[in-house]
Nanobody, 113 residues
Framework: VRLVESGGGLVQPGGSLRLSCAAS????????LSWYRQTPGKERELVAG????????NYADSVKGRFTISRDNAKNTVYLQMNSLTPEDTAVYYC???????WGQGTQVTVSS
């Protein structure tokens, strides 16, 4: 199993980023997928999730209305569109297939002026 996150970077408050997570080594379309984030000294936080069968999404209250999770089963990729970013969104972002223990290396998002 391999999960490779990308798309992070430095962005100004109010800006946008689109994260991608390319997956391999498992039957991607059969798994619910999630994005998590973590800052130093804090536990990893669930940000957004999307189901396998019908693409139902859910979001943490802190990102609802600003972030959008989506998936492309043909490309084995899950995305996180992040808009109206604030400094509180600064973290390392990880994707995960629910039910599997594997994590990628994460991608750093820094929101700062």
């Amino acid at each position: 199993v391999r999960l490779v996150e990308s798309g992070g970077g430095l962005v100004q408050p109010g800006g946008s980023l689109r994260l991608s997570c390319a997956a391999s080594g498992f039957t991607f379309r059969r798994f619910d997928l999630s994005w998590y984030r973590q800052t130093p000294g804090k536990e990893r936080e669930l940000v957004a999730g999307i189901t396998s069968a019908d693409g139902i999404t859910n979001y943490a209250d802190s990102v609802k209305g600003r972030f959008t999770i989506s998936r492309d089963n043909a490309k084995n990729t899950v995305y996180l569109q992040m808009n109206s970013l604030t400094p509180e969104d600064t973290a390392v972002y990880y994707c995960k297939a629910q039910g599997l223990v594997y994590w990628g290396q994460g991608t750093q998002v820094t929101v700062s002026s």
